[in-house]
């Protein structure tokens, strides 16, 4: 059974920092590209930031970039997004995602999902 498990949401100040994780299992996930997209109340899913499958390239939303850092662990099956400078307008549920086409646009596996509170 393929899961994408989230960890490290939570509530911090505005211009505070916060280190999601994503815990990939059940199949390997080497080959695929790993991403992060977030929902705010009554929006629809974004694109916050991704990483190609062997780690050497990243993606960022225009919103984020330059506060945002995603990475992936040596073992290709977990991925972080470091966020920094964060702000009221990050508030959101994050999930993580995993797209063997890197396309983003029908991703074939996503998480749960963790909840990120900025408070200003």
């Known amino acids: 059974q393929v899961q994408l498990v989230e960890s490290g949401g939570g509530l911090v100040q505005a211009g505070g920092s916060l280190r999601l994780s994503c815990a990939a299992s059940?199949?390997?996930?080497?080959?695929?590209?790993m991403g992060w997209f977030r929902q705010a109340p009554g929006k629809e899913r974004e694109f916050v930031a991704a990483i190609s499958w062997s780690g050497g390239r990243t993606y960022y939303a225009d919103s984020v970039k330059g506060r945002f850092t995603v990475s992936r662990g040596y073992a290709k099956n977990t991925v972080y997004l470091q966020m920094n400078s964060l702000k009221p307008g990050d508030t959101a549920v994050y999930y993580c995602?995993?797209?063997?086409?890197?396309?983003?646009?029908?991703?074939?596996?996503w998480g749960q999902g963790t909840q990120v509170t900025v408070s200003s």
């Open positions: 995602a995993a797209d063997h086409r890197s396309s983003w646009t029908d991703p074939d596996y």
């Open positions: 059940g199949r390997t996930f080497s080959s695929y590209a």
